[in-house]
């Protein structure tokens, strides 16, 4: 039988495949890593840190050219009867000299004595400014408050007998800054944005009465001077507007009717007008 014979001829030296995979024995920086990746995945789960720290405010200077830099608060309490607020008119100019809202606390229900002699009733009310992040009532969160106390600010003469002499009272009218009077000058709010990247503020304001337990709202703009008296924007009557510059540690309030204006100097103070809730009449 014929067959094909195929002859095959090994070599007699030993043979060779070079594969070009790379193989590292450098565990160099693995230990870094892991302790990157454990901190990656515990940020994941309990939230990475922030800085929480709070700085203070102060009121800024005035001017360039002014470095005054107390803050001004005048309050004007409902003193006239409710019936007759509609049919009551107001000097046209901006000037406080109403007939119906008073800058003391005798139109607020408080007497001579109570306030000469600090009464409990008197000494427990006070000012409360709260700052919302919009004036939206429907949509706002109040981040933080400041209270002014009605053992600050400024007095009247008046007689409290016809056997003393005349005693002085105090006023709400206020001038806050560093020295003096200096509850209710400072702001107290985050140091940086990394956190709440916030910086306009809206204040409202309140006058705690502890004579009759009651919170009285106020706006800045007295409801005689407004076409309706009942029926108004309250985003723009109820609110200021409070801006805070990181860099600086100040703050500066803008009319909330006109958020260009600035006010709460002395030649321009923070005037506030008790409201008058239709309501009560």
Same mark, same amino acid.
């Given at each position: 039988?014929?067959?094909?014979?195929?002859?095959?001829? @090994?070599?007699?030296?030993?043979?060779?495949?070079?594969?070009?995979?790379?193989?590292?024995?450098?565990?160099?920086?693995?230990?870094?890593?892991?302790?990157?990746?454990?901190?990656?995945?515990?940020?994941?789960?309990?939230?990475?840190?922030?800085?929480?720290?709070?700085?203070?405010?102060?009121?800024?200077?005035?001017?360039?050219?002014?470095?005054?830099?107390?803050?001004?608060?005048?309050?004007?309490?409902?003193?006239?009867?409710?019936?007759?607020?509609? $049919?009551?008119?107001?000097?046209?100019?901006?000037?406080?000299? @109403?007939?119906?809202?008073?800058?003391?606390?005798? $139109?607020?229900?408080?007497?001579?004595?109570?306030?000469?002699?600090?009464?409990?009733? &008197? $000494?427990?009310?006070?000012?409360?400014?709260?700052?919302?992040?919009?004036?939206?009532?429907?949509?706002?969160?109040?981040?933080? =408050?400041?209270?002014?106390?009605?053992?600050?600010? &400024? =007095?009247?003469?008046?007689?409290?007998?016809?056997?003393? #002499? #005349?005693?002085?009272?105090?006023?709400?009218?206020?001038?806050?800054?560093?020295?003096?009077?200096?509850?209710?000058?400072?702001?107290?709010?985050?140091?940086?944005?990394? &956190?709440?990247?916030?910086?306009?503020?809206?204040?409202?304001?309140?006058?705690?009465?502890?004579?009759?337990?009651?919170?009285?709202?106020?706006?800045?703009?007295?409801?005689?001077? @407004?076409?309706?008296?009942?029926?108004?924007?309250?985003?723009?009557?109820?609110?200021?507007?409070?801006?805070?510059?990181?860099?600086?540690?100040?703050?500066?309030?803008?009319?909330?009717?006109?958020?260009?204006?600035?006010?709460?100097?002395?030649?321009?103070?923070?005037?506030?007008?008790?409201?008058?809730?239709?309501?009560? @009449?």
């Amino acid at each position: 039988m014929n067959s094909n014979r195929y002859y095959i001829t @090994l070599p007699v030296t030993s043979q060779e495949i070079n594969i070009p995979i790379e193989i590292t024995e450098d565990f160099l920086g693995r230990t870094d890593s892991i302790e990157l990746y454990e901190d990656e995945v515990l940020g994941q789960v309990i939230g990475i840190p922030f800085d929480f720290e709070v700085g203070r405010y102060s009121h800024n200077e005035y001017s360039p050219t002014n470095s005054e830099t107390s803050i001004n608060y005048e309050f004007y309490f409902y003193s006239g009867n409710v019936n007759t607020l509609s $049919a009551t008119t107001c000097p046209l100019s901006t000037s406080p000299d @109403l007939t119906l809202w008073s800058n003391n606390y005798l $139109a607020e229900g408080f007497n001579s004595k109570e306030l000469y002699y600090f009464a409990n009733s &008197f $000494a427990n009310s006070f000012f409360k400014l709260d700052f919302y992040d919009r004036p939206d009532e429907k949509n706002q969160t109040n981040y933080f =408050t400041i209270i002014i106390p009605t053992q600050q600010g &400024f =007095t009247t003469t008046t007689s409290i007998s016809p056997y003393i #002499p #005349p005693v002085q009272i105090k006023i709400p009218k206020y001038k806050l800054d560093f020295v003096g009077d200096k509850e209710g000058f400072f702001l107290y709010w985050l140091s940086v944005p990394q &956190f709440l990247s916030l910086d306009t503020f809206y204040m409202s304001m309140k006058f705690f009465d502890a004579k009759l337990g009651v919170f009285v709202r106020m706006m800045n703009e007295p409801q005689c001077r @407004l076409a309706n008296k009942y029926q108004f924007d309250s985003s723009i009557y109820f609110y200021n507007k409070v801006k805070l510059n990181y860099e600086t540690k100040k703050y500066e309030v803008f009319d909330g009717k006109n958020h260009n204006t600035r006010i709460g100097t002395t030649t321009n103070p923070m005037r506030w007008y008790e409201y008058v809730n239709p309501t009560s @009449l």
